[in-house]
């Protein structure tokens, strides 16, 4: 079945979720298209746990909590999700623009926005974990609670790893970080915190093996230091925080300016593409910061600046959205 709508935003994560408020409040009907089957994007599917610290009026912000609030937000406009589905081909129509999606459905619509962050991204595998992901190993943590009381291995050295463990600290019965480096990638000041905390560091070091207990549950891993003893540790969870690799899929077919796996905008948020946009971390301009923040403000951006290509007649700034009846 094909549908109609003002604006097809592509991703439902923060950014989208916004950008489709934004949407609502300037009158446009809209579509959420979303290749994962929940909105949030990166953070529902890897850290909805974890506390966020740089966006707007709050201290802190727990990461389902943002995007419970971002779609309790544009709930009252009522967008149509279509999660679980992919965006295959874009072209360009009298008036605006066709997406197909896998499986075939064709959504018309006077603009798109692009909103799909890093695109569809692929944790790095751990090679001794082979076999082991969902039955003891996770790349991320969805529910901290489901670690309670286990010990638990975090393995990699990036702000990710330092993240998990200072989330799973205060609830685990043991976490240990190893590295397979002396140094890490993560920030200084993430790093004095997790050593603050009496967290094991066991650096130029490699998880090698899993070991199995009698019921078929993780029980221990075994690790092999460089220039030392290997030694086993007690583990009934480990955390592969190793990293992932991106992928903007089609959408680098679009005809689309590609800059370093990012989509080149101008002030407005247009592509090189007409009624084509992009914002949050996929769009890309001279002295972009990738922020939460950020892509919030490019959302009303390409919006407002979206409203005004589907009506002239339209003004750029709608007013404030605390002057709305």
């Given at each position: 079945m094909d549908s109609s709508y003002d604006l097809v935003i592509i991703g439902a994560g923060p950014t989208g979720l916004f950008a489709?408020?934004?949407?609502?409040?300037?009158?446009?009907?809209?579509?959420?298209?979303?290749?994962?089957?929940?909105?949030?994007?990166?953070?529902?599917?890897?850290?909805?746990?974890?506390?966020?610290?740089?966006?707007?009026?709050?201290?802190?912000?727990?990461?389902?909590?943002?995007?419970?609030?971002?779609?309790?937000?544009?709930?009252?406009?009522?967008?149509?999700?279509?999660?679980?589905?992919?965006?295959?081909k874009?072209?360009?129509?009298?008036?605006?623009?066709?997406?197909?999606?896998?499986?075939?459905?064709?959504?018309?619509?006077?603009?798109?926005?692009i909103t799909a962050g890093i695109g569809e991204f692929t944790p790095r595998p751990l090679p001794a974990g082979d076999g082991w992901l969902g039955r003891g190993m996770v790349h991320f943590v969805p529910s901290l609670q489901v670690h309670a009381g286990?010990?638990?291995?975090?393995?990699g050295g990036g702000d990710s790893a330092f993240d998990w463990c200072l989330a799973l600290h205060p609830i685990a019965a043991s976490v240990t970080l190893v590295h397979r480096r002396a140094k890490f990638r993560a920030a200084e000041s993430i790093v004095r915190e997790v050593r603050g905390l009496g967290v094991r560091m066991i650096t130029d070091a490699e998880v090698t093996r899993f070991v199995e207990a009698p019921d078929g549950e993780l029980a221990a891993v075994e690790v092999a230091v460089k220039n030392g003893e290997g030694e086993q540790l007690p583990a009934n969870a480990v955390v592969a925080a190793l990293g992932f690799t991106a992928d903007l899929g089609p959408i680098e077919s679009w005809g689309l300016e590609i800059d370093h796996r990012?989509?080149?905008?101008?002030?407005?948020?247009?592509?090189?593409?007409?009624?084509?946009?992009?914002?949050?971390?996929?769009?890309?301009?001279?002295?972009?910061?990738?922020?939460?923040?950020?892509?919030?403000?490019?959302?009303?951006?390409?919006?407002?600046?979206?409203?005004?290509?589907?009506?002239?007649?339209?003004?750029?700034?709608?007013?404030?959205?605390?002057?709305?009846?």
């Amino acid at each position: 079945m094909d549908s109609s709508y003002d604006l097809v935003i592509i991703g439902a994560g923060p950014t989208g979720l916004f950008a489709a408020y934004y949407a609502g409040f300037r009158g446009l009907s809209m579509a959420v298209v979303d290749s994962l089957p929940e909105p949030g994007g990166q953070v529902t599917a890897m850290y909805p746990e974890k506390m966020i610290f740089d966006v707007g009026g709050f201290a802190a912000v727990r990461g389902r909590d943002l995007v419970q609030g971002l779609v309790d937000q544009v709930e009252p406009w009522q967008p149509a999700y279509l999660l679980g589905r992919k965006a295959e081909k874009l072209e360009s129509v009298d008036g605006g623009v066709e997406l197909t999606l896998d499986g075939g459905e064709v959504l018309r619509a006077g603009a798109v926005l692009i909103t799909a962050g890093i695109g569809e991204f692929t944790p790095r595998p751990l090679p001794a974990g082979d076999g082991w992901l969902g039955r003891g190993m996770v790349h991320f943590v969805p529910s901290l609670q489901v670690h309670a009381g286990q010990h638990v291995v975090v393995v990699g050295g990036g702000d990710s790893a330092f993240d998990w463990c200072l989330a799973l600290h205060p609830i685990a019965a043991s976490v240990t970080l190893v590295h397979r480096r002396a140094k890490f990638r993560a920030a200084e000041s993430i790093v004095r915190e997790v050593r603050g905390l009496g967290v094991r560091m066991i650096t130029d070091a490699e998880v090698t093996r899993f070991v199995e207990a009698p019921d078929g549950e993780l029980a221990a891993v075994e690790v092999a230091v460089k220039n030392g003893e290997g030694e086993q540790l007690p583990a009934n969870a480990v955390v592969a925080a190793l990293g992932f690799t991106a992928d903007l899929g089609p959408i680098e077919s679009w005809g689309l300016e590609i800059d370093h796996r990012a989509i080149s905008v101008d002030s407005t948020m247009a592509t090189a593409r007409p009624r084509v946009y992009a914002a949050g971390d996929v769009a890309a301009y001279p002295g972009k910061v990738k922020l939460i923040a950020t892509g919030f403000g490019e959302a009303a951006t390409a919006v407002n600046n979206i409203a005004v290509a589907l009506d002239p007649e339209a003004h750029l700034f709608p007013g404030h959205s605390s002057n709305a009846e």
